[in-house]
Each structure stands twice: as structure tokens, then as C-alpha cells.
């Protein structure tokens, strides 16, 4: 599989995310605030258009867990990791979302996408479905 992105340090994260070449998948970044108690993000109030969200849910991952395997067949699905890093695949790419680099990754309804966990720390997903218009 062809990797998008695949460093967990925020700076070069961001960098790799600038520099990457077009991608079925659509991340957007967010700014965060973070201090020594950790950070705080907004993911609505960064989004001009929300559209109708339904069914936002959290979940974890464990190291070496993968979830998902399925499409939405009539909503847009929004990713954020809260928590440690994961892989999103879609047909022969693969995208990494980390919360050192806060940001949303939108996938398109009918979209078949895995979630990984590859790393060797728990991680934390909060998704939401959507009707956003996205190009």
C-alpha cells in the first residue's frame, strides 16, 4: 500500500500533510491548543458547513486491533484521533491521523475504509457521520 503519511511527530506530520500529493481522502488540520495538561480541539467549529451530523461516537483501539471494513452507503463519515496514532486504508492508500497533529479526515459515503492500529499504544477515535458537501 502506498503511504500518504506516515510520521506520529506533530511538525513533520503537518509537513508530510503540505507536501503530500492528491489523495482520494480528504484531511484537514486543525489547530490545537495544547499545554503541559495536553490539548483541546473544537472539530465542529473549525468545519463551515457541517451539514446534518448524526451517530458521533468514540471508540478505542489496542495495538495490532483494526476496525471497520465497511462503507456508508449515505453519509460522509468525519475521523479525529483523540488518543495515539492510526492508519485509515482506502483501496490502495493509506493515511495516518495522529492527535500529536490534530485533523479531520473526511471519507466519502461509499467509501470502504479499515482502521489500524499499528503502533504499540492504545488509541482513542472520535467519528461522526455527516451530509458535508466535500469536493
Not at 506516515?6 to 506530520?13: K, L, P, Q, R
Not at 472539530?43 to 471508540?59: K, M, R, V, Y
Not at 463519515?77 to 492508500?93: K, P, R, S
Request: hydrophobic share 30%.
Amino acid at each position: 500500500m502506498q503511504k500518504l503519511c506516515n510520521t506520529a511527530t506533530g511538525t513533520e506530520f503537518k509537513q508530510s500533510m503540505a507536501n503530500r500529493r492528491e489523495s482520494p481522502l480528504n484531511n484537514q488540520l486543525l489547530n490545537d491548543h495544547r499545554d503541559e495538561r495536553g490539548f483541546v480541539v473544537n472539530p465542529f467549529e473549525h468545519l463551515a458547513d457541517t451539514g446534518s451530523i448524526s451517530n458521533c461516537h468514540a471508540f478505542s483501539m489496542e495495538p495490532g486491533s483494526t476496525r471497520g471494513g465497511h462503507a456508508h452507503s449515505s453519509r460522509n463519515e468525519q475521523v479525529l484521533v483523540l488518543a495515539g496514532t492510526i492508519e485509515v486504508e482506502y483501496n490502495n492508500f493509506t493515511t495516518t491521523l495522529t492527535a500529536a497533529a490534530p485533523s479531520i479526515l473526511t471519507i466519502h459515503k461509499q467509501v470502504k475504509h479499515t482502521f489500524r492500529n499499528s503502533s504499540n499504544y492504545p488509541a482513542v477515535v472520535l467519528c461522526w457521520s455527516s451530509e458535508r458537501d466535500e469536493e
